[in-house]
């Protein structure tokens, strides 16, 4: 172009695809409509409608759902309301697994992110490989598999008690830790890929530029690395703890009365003519909810970052 001026901004590097832009994205948005927004406002109404008898709903909409999660009312709901401790226990039992989880997520797969991303090109893609492929089979038999792995006669404990390290099977099912180990093996990927991702792009001149300023391994770690990778290991963080959070197989399989989960409570309520779909609704919205608060501090605290 003539005396090197560029074309307007609005014309700079265009595709020809404006007037389609709507159009185009019209599928995607239905898609969203139909099955993210509409299950989740389906769920919110039935939180406030009555149950049946007999199972299902009446159109009826009271707060009643909310009620029973909070307050204990008697057994014919004529006393005066004391808080219900079960379902806040359960609650609180369900964040304590998903932090565990989570934090062994962090110790693992941070170093196993770092050794992958310091590999040569050709070798990264035989780790990641290696890391995804045990995912490739279905959560449920995976978590079966597990099971057996750790179950009082199955190989863990043989091969403990062959090599002399125990006497008697170590009794892991329906555990606190094997809720953990349930937990970790499912979701350990889930952290280790956002980690690997942002170490990649890390620019190692910066470590030794520090290490030629005298810095430890340990203060590079903490005042260099860890800052530029953060962006990572929150990633990693969410995608585990979320998803461990509302977990049912692990806790139902893994775990016993001592281990029960609100992901467990929220698939009970819709089972069988027993269920309670408003409660099970109501669960499920209070869960959502607070997991949106978690995540909207998260994505504050990261823009006020981004200000300063």
């Known amino acids: 172009m003539a005396g090197g001026v560029l074309p307007p901004p609005s014309n700079r590097g265009g595709t020809g695809w404006g007037p389609l832009r709507v159009p185009l994205l019209i599928p995607t948005w239905v898609m969203i409509g139909i099955f993210l927004l509409l299950p989740v406002l389906l769920m919110a109404v039935y939180s406030f409608l009555t149950k049946e008898f007999r199972g299902g709903v009446i159109w009826d909409f009271t707060l009643a759902a909310y009620d029973q999660f909070f307050f204990d009312r008697g057994l014919f709901g004529d006393e005066p309301p004391v808080i219900e401790w079960t379902y806040i226990s359960i609650f609180w039992r369900s964040i304590w697994q998903a932090g565990v989880a989570t934090l062994a997520c962090l110790l693992v797969g941070f170093p196993t992110a770092w050794f992958i991303a310091t590999r040569a090109p050709a070798q990264r893609t035989v780790w990641l490989f290696l890391i995804t492929i045990p995912y490739w089979v279905n959560l449920l038999i995976r978590t079966v598999s597990l099971k057996f792995l750790i179950r009082d006669n199955g190989p863990l404990n043989e091969a403990l008690i062959g090599l002399g390290l125990l006497d008697h099977p170590l009794p892991l099912v329906n555990t606190n830790l094997a809720v953990q180990l349930g937990l970790f093996y499912s ?122």
Do not use: H
């Open 187 to 308: 979701y350990l990927p889930f952290m280790v890929l956002p980690i690997y991702a942002a170490v990649e792009r890390y620019n190692f001149a910066l470590s030794e530029a520090a290490s030629d300023l005298y810095a430890g391994r340990w203060t590079i770690l903490r005042e260099i690395v860890l800052p530029m990778v953060r962006p990572g290991i929150v990633a990693g963080c969410i995608l585990v703890f979320v998803p461990s959070l509302g977990a049912f197989l692990a806790p139902d399989l893994l775990g016993g009365a001592k281990t029960y989960m609100i992901g467990s409570l929220i698939d009970e309520q819709f089972k069988g003519s027993q269920g309670n779909w408003p409660f099970g609704a109501a669960i499920a919205v209070i869960l959502m909810t607070m997991v949106l608060m978690v995540l909207m501090a998260q994505a504050r605290a990261a823009l006020k970052g981004e200000r300063k």
